[in-house]
């Protein structure tokens, strides 16, 4: 009988900011995969105090790098990508909790099929562990929303996008320029990702038995300033960039009003810097996005770290 091919490697990428304690639990959970040895890159996104001085004795296989400035998910994400030399990717967000299988379940739905270049697992609530937050993710009838299901498929099924949790094969996201960190650094990076994995004629799948928990309240959201300047300035440039034109017109005129009134109501309620300053960024970000212009072919869809810093990001924000 022929040996066995090897079982591809595995990176595991957690982007994390001043949480050392979430992403702790979260490496216990990763270092108790039954996959076997894996990769750890943690990229510190400029956390106030260094993430690798708190815990880098407690995990000593893992690698840590840091951001000298705040450059948001996106940059991180592809930072650790490009720091790693594992066959997948496992991206993952620092605030969750992986089941023992969760990485060998993933890397096998990966290994299925040529065509299959994501895989993401069932992600529940940590605070009520059998409660689904989201199992798989279709495009809304409405431009420039996504609609996160809660019901468990009985077997693998296709995901039009994913996020805080997802394995991704080496080639295909090298070959796709991994995320726009420099139009997208946070909110919206996953879906323009899933729009160019589709365009390219690959699916993206999530697998049932694979199981995740997220640290993430029933009403509340992660937010500060800086992520209220990208919540809709991100949405209406995916719109812009996916959709026709009278898609975004709908958009502007039948739905921004409401859902702009939501979150600038919840954002400055929810923010942890500043009411004023988040609602004031919230409404700019919508300035923004109405004076996007896709910049030329080449220009964006960076991936790995590149030009722009977080200096720049703290001007503009």
């Given at each position: 009988?022929?040996?066995?091919p090897p079982k591809p490697s595995v990176s595991v990428?957690?982007?994390?900011?001043?949480?050392?304690?979430?992403?702790?639990?979260?490496?216990?959970?990763?270092?108790?995969?039954?996959?076997?040895?894996?990769?750890?890159?943690?990229?510190?996104?400029?956390?106030?105090?260094?993430?690798?001085?708190?815990?880098?004795?407690?995990?000593?296989?893992?690698?840590?790098?840091?951001?000298?400035?705040?450059?948001?998910?996106?940059?991180?994400?592809?930072?650790?990508?490009?720091?790693?030399?594992?066959?997948?990717?496992f991206f993952l967000d620092d605030d969750n909790v992986?089941?023992?299988?969760?990485?060998?379940?993933?890397?096998?739905?990966?290994?299925?099929?040529?065509?299959?270049?994501?895989?993401?697992?069932?992600?529940?609530?940590?605070?009520?562990?059998?409660?689904?937050?989201?199992?798989?993710?279709?495009?809304?009838?409405?431009?420039?929303?996504?609609?996160?299901?809660?019901?468990?498929?009985?077997?693998?099924?296709?995901?039009?996008?994913?996020?805080?949790?997802?394995?991704?094969?080496?080639?295909?996201?090298?070959?796709?320029?991994?995320?726009?960190?420099?139009?997208?650094?946070?909110?919206?990076?996953?879906?323009?990702?899933?729009?160019?994995?589709?365009?390219?004629?690959?699916?993206?799948?999530?697998?049932?038995?694979?199981?995740?928990?997220?640290?993430?309240?029933?009403?509340?959201?992660?937010?500060?300033?800086?992520?209220?300047?990208?919540?809709?300035?991100?949405?209406?440039?995916?719109?812009?960039?996916?959709?026709?034109?009278?898609?975004?017109?709908?958009?502007?005129?039948?739905?921004?009003?409401?859902?702009?009134?939501?979150?600038?109501?919840?954002?400055?309620?929810?923010?942890?810097?500043?009411?004023?300053?988040?609602?004031?960024?919230?409404?700019?970000?919508?300035?923004?996005?109405?004076?996007?212009?896709?910049?030329?072919?080449?220009?964006?869809?960076?991936?790995?770290?590149?030009?722009?810093?977080?200096?720049?990001?703290?001007?503009?924000?």
């Open positions: 009988m022929p040996p066995l990428i957690i982007p994390t900011r001043n949480r050392a304690d979430k992403l702790a639990r979260c490496l216990d959970s990763v270092y108790g995969s039954d996959y076997g040895e894996v990769e750890v890159i943690v990229v510190d996104d400029a956390s106030e105090k260094p993430v690798s001085e708190v815990l880098s004795r407690s995990y000593p296989n893992a690698r840590f790098i840091r951001n000298k400035d705040r450059m948001l998910l996106s940059y991180s994400r592809n930072s650790g990508a490009a720091a790693s030399s594992g066959d997948y990717f992986l089941a023992p299988d969760t990485i060998r379940l993933l890397a096998e739905s990966l290994g299925a099929s040529e065509r299959i270049a994501v895989a993401s697992p069932i992600i529940f609530y940590l605070s009520r562990p059998t409660t689904v937050w989201t199992s798989y993710i279709s495009r809304s009838k409405f431009p420039g929303f996504y609609t996160l299901h809660t019901d468990v498929p009985s077997a693998e099924a296709p995901t039009f996008s994913f996020h805080n949790s997802f394995m991704v094969k080496r080639t295909i996201f090298e070959a796709l320029h991994g995320f726009d960190y420099a139009t997208l650094p946070i909110r919206f990076g996953e879906v323009d990702f899933a729009h160019r994995v589709n365009a390219e004629g690959y699916v993206a799948v999530v697998n049932p038995r694979a199981q995740d928990w997220h640290d993430l309240g029933w009403t509340t959201v992660h937010i500060d300033s800086t992520r209220a300047y990208y919540t809709e300035r991100n949405r209406i440039i995916v719109i812009k960039r996916y959709f026709k034109r009278r898609d975004l017109a709908f958009y502007l005129v039948c739905i921004l009003p409401f859902v702009g009134g939501y979150y600038l109501l919840h954002h400055p309620l929810s923010t942890t810097d500043g009411r004023s300053r988040t609602a004031s960024n919230f409404l700019r970000g919508i300035l923004a996005g109405l004076k996007f212009i896709e910049p030329a072919e080449g220009e964006n869809h960076q991936s790995g770290p590149g030009p722009r810093n977080g200096q720049e990001i703290s001007e503009k924000l």
